[in-house]
Nanobody, 123 residues
Framework: QVQLLESGGGSVQAGGSLRLSCAASGYSFRSYCMGWFRQAPGEGREGVATIDSDGSARYADSVKGRFTISKDNAKNTLYLQMNSLKPEDTAMYYC?????????????????RGQGTQVTVSS
């Protein structure tokens, strides 16, 4: 059974940092590409960052230079390091995995999706 379990969310002040984790199980982690998505209240879900099976990363313009996506194949874990957080980063954050080697930005196109972790940034 495939599981994606996010953790690391919380409440921080603007300018602070958080590191999100996504523990994966039940599939061949290293061969899948993965992504982080977020959804703010009243907004649609947007892509934040993706990482291909070879480790190539891509970022939304809104987080470029502040967020870093990475993965540890030995631990079957995906990470999102978030620095210089802004109030507009407040959202539920979700990880997702796709059996393709290169990920896209369409959330529903991913094979597996987690339940999310809340990030709240206060000004």
């Amino acid at each position: 059974q495939v599981q994606l379990l996010e953790s690391g969310g919380g409440s921080v002040q603007a300018g602070g940092s958080l590191r999100l984790s996504c523990a994966a199980s039940g599939y061949s982690f290293r061969s899948y590409c993965m992504g982080w998505f977020r959804q703010a209240p009243g907004e649609g879900r947007e892509g934040v960052a993706t990482i291909d099976s070879d480790g190539s990363a891509r970022y939304a313009d809104s987080v470029k230079g502040r967020f870093t996506i990475s993965k540890d194949n030995a631990k079957n874990t995906l990470y999102l390091q978030m620095n210089s957080l802004k109030p507009e980063d407040t959202a539920m954050y979700y990880c997702a995995a796709d059996r393709e080697s290169v990920c896209g930005w369409w959330y529903l196109g991913y094979d597996y999706r987690g339940q999310g972790t809340q990030v709240t940034v206060s000004s």
